[in-house]
């Protein structure tokens, strides 16, 4: 027995299917897992016929079914390219259990893991729990992020979530939450040991804390809504109250003043 998966011509799965012999040209009979999938196929159409353990790859036409019986024609073989670049999105679901004590209980979660690995979903109760990066306005499309509105019809997978970024980052302030567009660490050296030395002595908090506010003061001026704006301005200006350092405090402030009331950009501790 042969398993393969049923995709639509873009890429995108829908069913899963049995062959009794492997693709080798010609008419090829596949057995669905029920009827009902079998009369959602168009005859004429084409699809994608992905064999889940022989690696076999192939665009076919559907030319009729009965009952859970499918026929397709071989129309070509895709190349390991195509196979690569496929995401499945495959439903997730399990339970989040609080460790800080902060809340009692557990939280379901029903979430989409991609074949690429990794697990991703937005739930407040994750962000309570200590959650500190997720993702906002994600495209999957080569080139998507060039094209000023999102592409849908060369996506690699479907994102559930289709807020724009100024939504979640506004979304996040309303919770109570920084919003962080931070690389400095990155880009000054400090990984490794030099970071966690950082952490262990609490004299991260003087790099993190104000470069989060300065790089969401950058994106609330070059990009925001006005309502987001307002929100995000309130929240800089109490958060910048909260740096310990009073050194740290006082430049912090006044990059922030920099950045609104100029061009002037990209600064970081």
Same mark, same amino acid.
């Given at each position: ?43 004429? /159409? ?18 009729? /079914?009965?009952?859970?019986?499918? =026929?397709? =024609? ?5 190349? #390991? ?36 690995? /990794? ?20 495209? !999957? #499309? ?31 302030? +309303?919770?109570?939450?920084?919003? #962080?567009?931070? !690389?400095?660490?990155?880009? +000054? ?72 009331? #100029? ?7």
């Amino acid at each position: 027995m042969h398993k393969y998966l049923i995709l639509d011509e873009s890429g995108k799965p829908l069913f899963r299917a049995v062959m009794r012999q492997a693709m080798n040209g010609g008419v090829c009979r596949a057995e669905l897992e029920n009827e009902e999938d079998v009369e959602k196929l168009v005859p004429g /159409g084409l699809f994608q016929l992905m064999g889940i353990r022989d690696g076999n790859f192939a665009e076919v036409r559907f030319l009729r /079914g009965r009952g859970e019986t499918a =026929e397709f =024609e071989m129309v070509r073989m895709l190349d #390991s390219g195509t196979r690569q670049n496929l995401r499945i999105p495959v439903r997730f679901e399990s339970f989040l259990y609080p460790v800080s004590g902060a809340w009692k209980g557990r939280a379901a979660i029903v979430s989409r893991d991609l074949s690429c690995g /990794g697990i991703a979903f937005v739930s407040e109760k994750a962000l309570q729990v200590g959650i500190s990066q997720i993702s906002g306005a994600s495209r !999957t #499309s080569v080139g998507g992020y060039t094209e000023e509105e999102r592409p849908h019809d060369s996506e690699q997978f479907d994102v559930s979530d289709q807020r724009t970024l100024d939504e979640v980052v506004h979304w996040l302030m +309303e919770l109570g939450f920084l919003p #962080s567009f931070c !690389t400095a660490c990155y880009r +000054e050296g400090r990984t490794g040991d030099r970071f966690m030395s950082l952490c262990k002595n609490g004299q991260i908090q003087n790099c993190c804390h104000p470069n989060a506010l300065m790089t969401l003061t950058e994106f609330l001026t070059d990009y925001a809504s006005e309502e987001t704006k307002q929100t995000g301005f309130a929240l800089i200006e109490k958060e910048l109250q909260k740096i310990p350092n009073e050194k740290v405090r006082a430049i912090a402030t006044e990059n922030v003043e920099a950045i609104r009331a #100029s061009n002037r950009r990209d600064f970081r501790f």
